[in-house]
């Protein structure tokens, strides 16, 4: 057994241990803290519940009219010879609204291309290389109490964009 193999065992455990030993070393009340910093977590999760709820709400009216359909097919055939096969399409859409439906996008590629497909392979980038840029702007700016998230929202978007642009070359290069 190698050093490595030996002690990566133990080096959460022992953080976990070496941090309040710290806290307290240098005179902090370390579970009068904890317990003040659960109770803001848990303020914070009860502010943010409104703005994921909108966000799940819109993702799944999305998927439910038939849109995510329509525009796949729409789009289908342009995106076909620049790289982007249109069943890679829906988690395109997708990813900047909900991690969960991309993820099950990706599984249903999965399920029928394989994962070793350039669809599956694709996705798999795709999913590395967005952000769910509704959902984290939704939770955060919601639990910060932002009320102008225009800009954010553009700068989220335009990076998700770059983000399927690059996925697109990077698989076209290395698998074709």
Excluded: N
């Amino acid at each position: 057994m190698t050093f490595i193999e030996r002690v990566s065992p133990w080096i959460i455990p022992a953080l976990l241990a070496a941090i309040p030993l710290y806290g307290y070393a240098r005179g902090v009340k370390v579970y009068e803290v904890f317990v003040q910093g659960a109770r803001e977590g848990f303020d914070v999760g009860v502010r943010i519940i409104p703005y994921l709820v909108a966000v799940l709400a819109a993702v799944g009216a999305f998927k439910a009219s038939g849109a995510l359909d329509v525009l796949q097919t729409a789009l289908g055939p342009y995106t076909a010879p620049l790289g982007l096969p249109p069943q890679v399409i829906p988690m395109a859409l997708v990813r900047p609204l909900s991690g969960s439906g991309a993820t099950g996008v990706m599984a249903g590629i999965f399920q029928t291309d394989g994962p070793d497909s350039y669809a599956g392979r694709l996705a798999s980038v795709l999913m590395g290389s967005t952000e769910t840029t509704f959902y984290v702007i939704a939770v955060y700016g919601g639990a910060v109490g932002l009320k102008q998230m225009r800009h954010a929202i553009a700068a989220g978007l335009v990076a998700d964009a770059v983000g399927v642009i690059a996925s697109v070359a990077i698989c076209r290069a290395l698998w074709g």
